[in-house]
């Protein structure tokens, strides 16, 4: 089986919501590339994909993607490479109805549909994203149910105040019937820079952290500190826990709107623009992903640190400390 490259690409800055805790501050269509713009973008990735002979995994989002006009023409055009193995829609999940479920399901490779819900009730998610969005949600999850080539998963961002919510929000998945939920740190960018309070303390993340271990009876921590987000899966016969660590210059970027190329959503720093340059180049020569990839080059205990595989959260670093070399200040390993 050939191995994956995973893209996040961010197809419009439009949206419906303007959260709290989002990393974006531009919600026009202002600098939203048009079809010919998209195709090209397209075809420079599937061209590197090509060379490297390896399979893409996309996932659509924005903004919110189901408001661009040329969704439907992006996700036909990538549908039909032989060299995608898997699209998916990251969504707040508002737009939805049954003739759009009907639409979304006529492509083979949209395999996943990702929707970001922020808590467990009312009060806690719409504090955070828009008064009357957690209902909306609720209602419009067994639309898309009734589809059942989707895998529906939710997005959580936990912060200060909805973190503890976590054992609900994993009644109310599986409640729901989906396939499972992510959660991921709130970093604060974009509009999210005026929330920098709600930013989880180390503390607070490792107790976050053992909140999962204790859903799935694991007494021993340790393995899990290189990872950067978490999954719960319900696929299986019972849930299983799964951890991804930091991505950054391992096997996916993400794009932007404009074409612009970021390491990660989370580290908005451009190494590169897919209109003007092959996506091949960017991977194989940003002098930025280079020095990120060198565990050597981190900082404070992150550099120093036994665990060979684990990178700390890059972008944390980057937007607390303004270097994203500097040790992950969430995490605990070996402190005293």
């Excluded at 949206?15 to 713009?37: A, I, T, V």
Aim: proline share 5%; charged share 30%; net charge negative.
């Amino acid at each position: 089986m050939k191995e994956q490259f995973h893209i996040q690409w961010h197809i419009t800055n439009l949206c419906n919501l303007q959260c709290q805790h989002c990393y974006q501050e531009d919600f026009s269509r202002e600098k939203d590339l048009d079809w010919p713009g998209l195709q090209k973008v397209s075809d420079n990735i599937l061209a590197s994909i090509k060379e490297w002979d390896q399979t893409a995994c996309i996932h659509l989002t924005g903004g919110e993607p189901l408001l661009k006009p040329e969704l439907f023409p992006l996700l036909r055009y990538l549908d039909q490479s032989p060299l995608i193995d898997e699209l998916g829609i990251i969504t707040n999940g508002l737009l939805f109805d049954q003739e759009l479920v009907k639409r979304l399901s006529a492509f083979s490779k949209l395999k996943k549909i990702k929707i970001s819900l922020d808590g467990a009730d009312a009060e806690t998610n719409d504090s955070i994203r828009q008064e009357g969005t957690f209902k909306k949600v609720v209602q419009n999850i067994p639309l898309i149910r009734k589809e059942t080539s989707f895998e529906i998963i939710l997005m959580f961002t936990v912060m200060k105040r909805n973190f503890r919510k976590l054992p609900s929000f994993f009644t109310l998945s599986q409640e729901l019937g989906i396939q499972g939920f992510i959660i991921e740190r709130f970093i604060p960018w974009g509009r999210g820079r005026k929330g920098m309070d709600e930013v989880l303390s180390k503390e607070e993340w490792r107790e976050m952290v053992q909140m999962l271990l204790d859903f799935f009876s694991i007494e021993e921590e340790n393995p899990f500190l290189p990872y950067q987000a978490f999954q719960v899966s319900f696929n299986g016969e019972e849930p299983e826990l799964l951890g991804a660590p930091c991505v950054i210059g391992k096997d996916g970027l993400c794009v932007m709107p404009t074409g612009d190329v970021f390491p990660c959503r989370r580290f908005p720093v451009s190494i590169g623009n897919l209109l003007k340059i092959p996506l091949k180049k960017i991977w194989e020569e940003s002098e930025l992903l280079e020095m990120l990839r060198r565990k050597e080059n981190l900082k404070g205990k992150c550099g120093a640190c036994e665990i060979k595989d684990c990178r700390g959260c890059r972008s944390l670093a980057l937007a607390l400390t303004g270097d994203s070399l500097e040790e992950d200040l969430h995490c605990w390993y070996d402190d005293k």
